[in-house]
């Protein structure tokens, strides 16, 4: 790792516009181009930071190995992913919640429920709490689309809005847990280049503040 450099993984997608605003708000110059380039790697011109624009789910991955010291991801791909790292601020950005959903009054005729999630350690993790022994089904996107074509029974997954679990004609059975963004620090990191960090984190705890206050 570079001694006098911070590098950041920024998650691509649905977070990245959240992110760019949260860290201009914490000080950081970020040029206009940051959300429309296709670069990967990009550097400020007056600071010393490098940011990478990963996969929202990797970003715990670089992370954890040290490929990066700082990074930008979901609390939900945090616990998917068990990865090894400090958490550091909620940043109050891309709320959402997890739920377990279905088709209203649906009656299963499996032995075990069939659960189809993206989110398979969250969810075993929630139905082992309960005492309930179910058959998970690992699915990559449009998960709501499980229960109607009867892959599944049930699902967990993400829920913001709740459009789309209205527009498919699903219900909320379950509130899991809330979901937002949080700044997470590669724990060797953190001891090499203490300073620098609490430096960061102190600014995006200001902000975040700042984006409370804005949001009541
Ligand atoms: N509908 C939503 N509203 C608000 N936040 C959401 C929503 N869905 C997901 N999120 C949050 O945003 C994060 C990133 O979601 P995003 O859809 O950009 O990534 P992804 O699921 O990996 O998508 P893709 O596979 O298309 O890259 C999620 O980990 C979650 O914390
Ligand atoms: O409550 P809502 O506001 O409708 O948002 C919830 C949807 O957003 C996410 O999907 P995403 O858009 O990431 O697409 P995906 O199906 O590819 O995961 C999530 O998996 C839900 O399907």
Redesign the pocket.
């Known amino acids: 790792m570079n001694e006098s450099r911070i590098t950041v993984a920024m ?5 990245f516009d959240d992110a760019c605003r949260l860290l201009r708000n914490a000080g950081f110059s970020l040029p206009d181009t940051f959300e429309s380039t296709r670069k990967l790697i990009l550097d400020l011109d007056d600071e010393p930071f490098r940011f990478i624009l990963a ?3 990797d970003v715990p991955t670089y992370v954890e190995y040290g490929a990066v010291d700082i990074g930008i ?5 945090l616990l998917e992913s068990g990865r090894d790292v400090y958490e550091m601020v909620d940043l109050g950005i ?3 919640h997890m739920a377990v959903a279905g088709l209203p009054q649906h009656r299963s005729s499996n032995p075990y429920l069939k659960i189809a999630t993206k989110y398979p350690h969250i969810a075993s993790d929630y139905y082992r709490k309960r005492g309930e022994q179910v058959d998970l089904i690992a699915l ?2 449009s998960i709501e689309l499980a229960p109607i074509v009867g892959l599944a029974d049930a699902i967990v997954d ?1 829920v ?1 809005t709740g459009q789309t679990l209205r527009e498919n004609g699903l219900v909320e059975f379950d509130r899991l847990m809330d ?1 937002s ?1 949080r700044l997470i620090v590669n724990p060797v990191s953190y001891r090499l280049k203490k300073k620098a960090i609490d430096q960061i984190v102190e600014k995006m705890i200001r902000a975040t503040e700042g984006n409370k206050v804005g949001m009541d």
Not at 11 to 15: A, E, S, T, V, W
């Open positions: 998650p691509k997608g649905r977070i996969k929202p789910v991801a979901g609390k939900d791909v891309s709320k959402c990559n996107g993400i913001s979901i963004s």
